[in-house]
């Protein structure tokens, strides 16, 4: 049995954060999406205006497009930072105890006991793990156990109960988007290229 007690510092929030996001690689927010327009319409606005310095007109027009989606990326894109410090309940402390059989914990002001098989996923780092139940996602930091080995006990136990995510953290995503999206600037770049070639009559 290994007690925690303690509250997340800005610092582990970001790093939870980060750990949530590769427990749910799929979810992409529409601010992530229009930065992935975005990027691609510069690239085709870069593209146009190199093969056509004389009239960039074209250039002009893929520019306009990115514009507005980099423009609502940034100011709807995630930060966590800016969320720790303006939400008090994220300061609120944690305690608990992490035993063989289950994660005790005191959950949105109630006590409870959580079997390790409810858990479908776990994913970590050497300063947080965030452990998920169905869609809650139960953090643990390092600044919450008394020192460094009681911590390290904490942890070989949970990733002896909970599964890593499948993937290992959303790697296989990473890849798949990263495929989607130069496909996708494939696509919208020899559509622009065949419609601007002469027709023949």
């Known amino acids: 049995m290994h007690a925690y007690q303690g509250a997340l510092t800005e610092d582990d929030y970001v790093e939870i954060a980060r750990l949530q996001r590769r427990l749910s690689p799929g979810a992409r927010t529409v601010a992530e999406w229009l930065l992935w327009f975005g990027v691609g319409f510069l690239f085709m606005s870069a593209w146009a205006y190199l093969g056509n310095r004389q009239n960039p007109s074209e250039a002009v027009l ?36 992490v035993t063989e ?9 109630t006590d409870a006991r959580i079997p390790w098989p409810a858990f479908t996923a776990r994913a970590g780092s050497p300063r947080a793990i965030v452990l998920l139940a169905g869609h809650i996602c139960v953090p643990l930091a390092r600044g ?14 949970v ?9 290992r953290g959303g790697g296989h995503s990473i890849v798949r988007t990263t495929v989607f999206w130069v496909v996708l600037v494939l696509v919208i770049f020899l559509a622009w290229h065949f419609a601007r070639l002469p027709k023949v009559h």
Do not use: K, N
């Open 62 to 97: 893929w520019f306009g497009l990115a514009l507005p989606c980099l423009a609502f990326w940034w100011f709807r894109r995630p930060d966590p930072r800016r969320l720790w410090r303006s939400t008090p309940a994220l300061h609120e402390p944690y305690t608990g105890q």
């Open 101 to 109: 059989s289950a994660l005790e914990a005191r959950l949105v002001g």
């Open 144 to 157: 919450f156990f008394p020192s460094e080995p009681e911590w390290l006990a904490a942890r070989a136990i």
């Open 159 to 167: 990733e002896r109960c909970v599964p890593l995510p499948p993937g």
